[in-house]
């Protein structure tokens, strides 16, 4: 069973746009690691749902969806090619992939991610390489990856519930 205390704490309230953004992101980042708590590698795979959407899953999707958008859109880098005959393949996890492995690379993602935002200003315009067209600002996609994490956070919260009956924010 993968031990996550629950460290988080609200963003300060004096903090720069940039920080708050970033803040309240961490906080749902560290939000969805919570809903693993003391639960059996059976229990993190168990599909509640008629989808792939599992709480092991949602963290491998959200360690691709921020190397998409801050590694690859903000930062450059080439983008990893999806399987194209399978777009939802980053929710299946792997026999070898452990929970305490998908936590640990997901929290270091995410501080690579917090620092190639920290790097770009937020009016600067980017654009991902699989979508054609678009031009983006950083601060647009800091709000996204919020929207993005908090909802997947709420997905979550549900299927803990369902799985064991434990709530929480």
């Known amino acids: 069973m993968l031990q996550v205390p629950d460290t988080r704490h609200g ?48 963290v491998k999707h959200l360690i691709h969806v921020e190397e998409r958008w801050f590694v690859a859109a903000i930062g450059g880098a080439p983008m990893r090619a999806r399987n194209p005959d399978d777009r939802d393949a980053e929710w299946l996890v792997d026999e070898d992939e452990t929970a305490a492995d998908l936590a640990t690379r997901y929290r270091v993602m995410w501080a690579r991610s917090n620092e190639i935002a920290r790097a770009a200003s937020l009016d600067e315009h980017r654009r991902r390489a699989d979508r054609p067209g678009t031009d983006l600002t950083v601060r647009w996609i800091l709000v996204h990856m919020l929207e993005e994490t908090a909802r997947h956070a709420g997905h979550a919260d549900i299927l803990r519930e369902l799985i064991d009956g434990r709530t929480g924010d």
């Not at 961490?26 to 059996?40: F, H, I, W």
């Open 11 to 58: 963003p300060s309230p004096d903090l720069d746009e940039r920080e708050t953004l970033i803040a309240f992101l961490d906080y749902n980042r560290e939000t969805v690691l919570t809903k693993l708590d003391g639960l059996p590698r059976e229990a993190l795979l168990q599909r509640v749902a008629s989808s792939r959407t599992t709480l092991l899953g949602i």
